[in-house]
């Protein structure tokens, strides 16, 4: 259970509306925080403590008006490029409105994946860290929401691939929602124990999982990731097998909620 937080002001929530957003939220909610949840196009504010606003993080306009009166913000906002620039509006606005707690979520690898996605991660890491606000980040492994999307995608293929060595442990989205409020409504605690899910496994075997659970059939062709991303993943540095914080919900459990 989430412990009541003393102080008054919102909390500003980056992302709210998404996938991860949509869980964090209420949580708050429950903690007793009133929530201002900042996005694009904004939306009607209401009478339950959620309030919403638009802002543009990529571009800064919006920003200090979202940040008016905040002490914590969560930033969970992201995508597939940008992150890091997105960030440093954020931390400049952030630092001009007083901010006294900066929680960012990123992802495991940020600092060892060779793709442009994990090196704005990292960028945005940075930004977080030398902004001179007091900040915690928390790095999570891939959503089951993310492995189902690609497992969905591949299975309608003829012939589903199967990359050798490449292995994740996703983990439940519910489970990565408690973990941030928890660390927003506690005090900053710099960079954090990764976060997982309870198992790691091939993609080749999340794909039969997800095939099994539909009651499907797909026959299934090893691949082999070429370069410097490939050999990444089969060093597993895509994982934190060991002093990481472990979620409770596995890929079968949120398969059988989602699929079967």
């Known amino acids: 259970m989430v412990k009541m937080a003393a102080t008054t002001s919102p909390v500003l929530v980056t992302g709210g509306t998404g996938t991860l957003g949509r869980l964090v939220v209420p949580l708050l909610r429950e903690a007793g925080r009133t929530v201002r949840v900042l996005s694009r196009r904004g939306g009607a504010s209401t009478d339950d403590g959620i309030e919403h606003?638009?802002?543009?993080?990529?571009?800064?306009?919006?920003?200090?008006?979202?940040?008016?009166?905040v002490e914590t913000v969560l930033h969970l906002a992201g995508g597939p490029k940008g992150d890091d620039?997105?960030?440093?509006?954020?931390?400049?606005?952030?630092?001009?409105?007083?901010?006294?707690?900066l929680v960012y979520i990123s992802v495991i690898g940020a600092d060892k994946l060779p793709l442009g996605y994990f090196r704005a991660k990292l960028g945005a890491e940075q930004a977080v860290s030398e902004s001179g606000i007091p900040w915690t980040t928390l790095r999570a492994a891939q959503f089951h929401d993310l492995a189902l999307t690609v497992v969905e995608k591949m299975a309608k293929l003829p012939v589903v691939p199967a990359p050798g060595g490449l292995r994740w442990q996703p983990v439940d989205a519910r489970d990565v929602a408690a973990r941030l409020v928890e660390l927003a409504l506690d005090r900053p605690a710099g960079l954090v124990p990764d976060l997982a899910g309870p198992k790691v496994y091939g993609l080749d075997e999340l794909s039969r999982g997800y095939l099994q659970a539909r009651g499907k059939h797909r026959l299934m062709l090893p691949v082999r990731m070429p370069g410097k991303v490939g050999r990444a993943y089969r060093a597993g540095e895509n994982l934190t097998l060991e002093g990481a914080s472990v979620g409770q919900r596995t890929w079968e459990d949120f398969l059988a909620e989602r699929v079967a």
């Open 53 to 69: 606003v638009a802002a543009d993080l990529l571009k800064g306009g919006g920003l200090a008006a979202a940040l008016d009166g």
């Open 85 to 101: 620039e997105a960030t440093r509006n954020l931390v400049e606005a952030a630092r001009r409105a007083g901010v006294q707690h």
